[in-house]
């Protein structure tokens, strides 16, 4: 059997390997507390469940519908956009695709040629680089000189004459921190003038915490929006992971090219989440709210605890999304482990407290835990990892 050489250098996704290696010791009945997922642990509010229901029971749900999405979803989309970024796109520079995962596979699919640069901002989400790979591209990763952010500097650093886009996600997975208006002015005339697009990645968007400012990069000026695709969709505000839609914003030319890409590669996505996202964007945002404040409530509950831990140290307090991103390196040094990932593996077999080691975001020396959990878990997965570390230590 041939497999295309570019898969040798494509690592399955990490977290879904943790996510699996959990459920496996659940099955077997060992007490976990998963901190690696990423996604709410809320189930979909009715309203929008009730939704998709009815479009499965008047059929409507039966059949294809357009590629890029149903018509009221794509003019659903722009209405929300605009009301969130002042910004309005006519409805077919809108692409509804299969989760923003797609989303993204689709515009690396849509602008690199082969050899062609994608920067890539660490710590970073984990498919991003390997979907740049699986596109033909070069991931080119950018290390920030100071905290999780990038600057101008250090994007100069890294850029070539092949580089073609620059991912930006703020909120970030999985340091949670948030790009100030200033900070995506300065990054987004770069852009411009070195003719890179910007993909924005603002997926936690709805997911700001304790008074943060989140500006979108749909707020900057026009030539820097002309120059920029977001990505985004309905999974983590309102709780949809399982319903797979996400969507691009974009310029006429990358939307139809996205579109033709939907069109052979997935079709549309599922006839009932469209209905149902469709009610997520023009429905009552009350549950988006309520979500929020639960996500709040616990960071301010759990970052205090995590920060106790000796050896785990945190750049600040995260502003957005629901991941911790502590640097352990201490940890691991005093607990006697070789590496982080030893750590990490020791820490669920032995406390069955699951957590992401940094490498799979770039960051080796840190590891992710989401607080998409009840509080109790929260509180729980807190003691028992102080407990771990503690009882190690020195070894
Ligand atoms: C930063 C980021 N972008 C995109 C996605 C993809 O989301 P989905 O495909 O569920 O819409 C995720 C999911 O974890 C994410 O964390």
Same mark, same amino acid.
């Given at each position: 059997?041939?497999?295309?050489?570019?898969?040798?250098?494509?690592?399955?996704?990490?977290?879904?390997?943790?996510?699996?290696?959990?459920? &496996?010791?659940?099955? $077997? %009945?060992?007490?976990?507390?998963?901190?690696?997922?990423?996604?709410?642990?809320?189930? @979909?509010? +009715? =309203?929008?469940?009730?939704?998709?229901?009815?479009?499965?029971?008047?059929?409507?749900?039966?059949?294809?519908?357009?590629?890029?999405?149903?018509?009221?979803?794509?003019?659903?989309?722009?209405?929300?956009?605009?009301?969130?970024?002042?910004?309005?796109?006519?409805?077919?520079?809108?692409?509804?695709?299969?989760?923003?995962?797609?989303?993204?596979?689709?515009?690396?699919?849509?602008?690199?040629?082969?050899?062609?640069?994608?920067?890539?901002?660490?710590?970073?989400?984990?498919?991003?680089?390997? &979907?740049?790979?699986? $596109? %033909?591209?070069?991931?080119?990763?950018?290390?920030?000189?100071?905290?999780?952010?990038? @600057?101008? +500097? =250090?994007?100069?650093?890294?850029?070539?004459?092949?580089?073609?886009?620059?991912?930006?996600?703020?909120?970030?997975?999985?340091?949670?921190?948030?790009?100030?208006?200033?900070?995506?002015?300065?990054?987004?005339?770069?852009?411009?003038?070195?003719?890179?697009?910007?993909?924005?990645?603002?997926?936690?968007?709805?997911?700001?915490?304790?008074?943060?400012?989140?500006?979108?990069?749909?707020?900057?000026?026009?030539?820097?929006?002309?120059?920029?695709?977001?990505?985004?969709?309905?999974?983590?505000?309102?709780?949809?992971?399982?319903?797979?839609?996400?969507?691009?914003?974009?310029?006429?030319?990358?939307?139809?090219?996205?579109?033709?890409?939907?069109?052979?590669?997935?079709?549309?996505?599922?006839?009932?989440?469209?209905?149902?996202?469709?009610?997520?964007?023009?429905?009552?945002?009350?549950?988006?709210?309520?979500?929020?404040?639960?996500?709040?409530?616990?960071?301010?509950?759990?970052?205090?605890?995590?920060?106790?831990?000796?050896?785990?140290?945190?750049?600040?307090?995260?502003?957005?999304?629901?991941?911790?991103?502590?640097?352990?390196?201490?940890?691991?040094?005093?607990?006697?482990?070789?590496?982080?990932?030893?750590?990490?593996?020791?820490?669920?077999?032995?406390?069955?407290?699951?957590?992401?080691?940094?490498?799979?975001?770039?960051?080796?020396?840190?590891?992710?835990?989401?607080?998409?959990?009840?509080?109790?878990?929260?509180?729980?997965?807190?003691?028992?990892?102080?407990?771990?570390?503690?009882?190690?230590?020195?070894?």
């Amino acid at each position: 059997m041939h497999i295309a050489k570019k898969l040798a250098q494509v690592n399955p996704s990490a977290t879904l390997a943790v996510s699996q290696k959990t459920a &496996q010791m659940k099955a $077997a %009945g060992a007490d976990v507390i998963d901190l690696s997922v990423g996604q709410p642990d809320f189930t @979909t509010p +009715d =309203d929008i469940a009730n939704a998709a229901i009815a479009s499965i029971k008047d059929g409507s749900a039966s059949f294809y519908t357009p590629a890029a999405g149903l018509p009221a979803l794509r003019r659903a989309i722009a209405d929300h956009v605009a009301k969130k970024t002042g910004y309005r796109y006519e409805p077919n520079q809108i692409v509804a695709t299969d989760g923003a995962k797609f989303a993204l596979y689709g515009i690396f699919t849509a602008i690199l040629d082969e050899g062609d640069g994608v920067l890539i901002p660490l710590p970073g989400w984990v498919s991003y680089v390997e &979907q740049v790979r699986l $596109a %033909g591209g070069v991931p080119q990763a950018v290390k920030s000189q100071k905290g999780f952010k990038v @600057t101008v +500097d =250090d994007l100069d650093a890294v850029v070539t004459s092949k580089t073609r886009a620059l991912v930006l996600n703020s909120p970030q997975n999985p340091s949670g921190v948030i790009y100030t208006k200033q900070e995506l002015t300065l990054i987004g005339n770069w852009a411009v003038r070195h003719n890179i697009l910007i993909i924005a990645d603002e997926i936690y968007s709805d997911l700001v915490y304790n008074g943060a400012n989140y500006t979108s990069m749909l707020q900057l000026d026009h030539s820097i929006v002309e120059n920029t695709v977001l990505v985004s969709g309905v999974s983590k505000s309102y709780a949809m992971t399982g319903w797979r839609v996400g969507f691009i914003a974009a310029p006429k030319k990358l939307a139809q090219a996205m579109a033709t890409i939907v069109s052979h590669a997935t079709g549309n996505p599922a006839a009932a989440s469209q209905y149902a996202a469709i009610a997520a964007f023009t429905g009552d945002q009350a549950s988006v709210e309520k979500m929020r404040q639960a996500f709040e409530e616990r960071l301010n509950t759990v970052y205090p605890l995590l920060k106790a831990i000796p050896g785990f140290e945190f750049d600040g307090k995260p502003d957005g999304a629901f991941y911790l991103f502590p640097n352990v390196r201490a940890a691991v040094k005093a607990t006697g482990f070789e590496s982080t990932d030893k750590f990490v593996t020791a820490l669920l077999d032995d406390t069955g407290v699951a957590v992401v080691p940094g490498r799979a975001f770039g960051m080796p020396d840190y590891i992710r835990l989401s607080y998409a959990k009840g509080l109790d878990d929260l509180v729980e997965a807190a003691k028992r990892i102080n407990s771990f570390v503690t009882a190690n230590g020195n070894a």
